[in-house]
């Protein structure tokens, strides 16, 4: 398999907190990584130290084989994307200018997009349902829109290494399922993605691999079916977590 991400020794400080602890982990080409933890253990931090755009206390990040400090801000662009929790928009922009921001990193200095990545970013915005949104300002979306537009931007990016920060966040029940489907469609198995989620079901219904975060022991990782485990759900959570079996899938539920 293709590694596309890994981690040696990693470990991030905040303040006097360690919030992840000698990290090894390896993401390798058409896995879905779910990562799931309590609020304040981490989990975005770790997505931004993947990123490059956080230091870690120490420990090795690698890209397609190589330190994330042997590239340019551009070549990490064009190998791993992140779709940030929440998107400020500090400037004026329409719905299609944001979306074009997606094939920023593979234009030279002065480049304008041309008329093909118009094309894709048109076709984009359909799939996510915002086709008529083109000339819309930002501004005026609901956060359910803007968080499609956010997938559709990170998609029109299209990197072989992708980080979602809570895509789901406020999608309704349908949008939340059809992103995650559009992700893993367009995705298909010549990506890897690395998502944080806040719903132990959307891990299990739509990761190969989860990573769990915990406040006071080691993280685990490893296939879903060997890593979301009642115990392990119980821990996570500090709450009691029961499964049921429906239709030869699992569900989970606080009891």
């Not at 879905?32 to 770790?46: A, R």
């Not at 890593?227 to 996570?236: D, K, R, W």
């Amino acid at each position: 398999m293709n590694a596309y991400l890994q981690t040696r020794g990693l470990t991030i400080r905040k303040g006097k907190r360690t919030l992840c602890q000698r990290l090894d982990l390896t993401i390798n080409q058409g896995e879905v990584w779910g990562v799931l933890g309590q609020n304040g253990v981490g989990k975005t931090s770790l997505l931004y130290s993947l990123a490059g755009l956080e230091s870690p206390l120490s420990g090795e990040r690698i890209i397609m084989q190589q330190p994330i400090e042997h590239y340019s801000r551009r070549q990490v662009a064009q190998n791993l994307g992140l779709m940030l929790q929440d998107t400020p928009d500090p400037f004026p922009a329409t719905v299609l200018q944001t979306a074009l921001i997606g094939r920023h990193p593979y234009l030279s200095r002065w480049q304008w997009e041309n008329q093909n990545d118009i094309q894709l970013s048109l076709g984009m915005l359909k799939k996510v349902g915002l086709d008529g949104f083109e000339q819309r300002q930002v501004t005026s979306l609901s956060g359910g829109e803007r968080r499609r537009l956010a997938l559709a931007t990170l998609l029109i990016q299209s990197p072989p290494m992708m980080l979602l920060d809570e895509p789901t966040n406020h999608l309704d029940l349908h949008y939340q399922h059809a992103m995650l489907k559009l992700l893993l469609q367009e995705s298909k198995l010549t990506h890897a993605i690395f998502m944080v989620l806040h719903d132990v079901n959307l891990v299990a219904q739509y990761c190969t691999h989860a990573l769990l975060l915990f406040n006071d022991k080691p993280a685990v990782a490893g296939s879903c079916d060997s890593v979301l485990t009642v115990e392990n759900l119980n821990q996570v959570f500090n709450t009691q977590i029961n499964k049921a079996c429906i239709q030869s899938r699992d569900f989970y539920y606080v009891d």
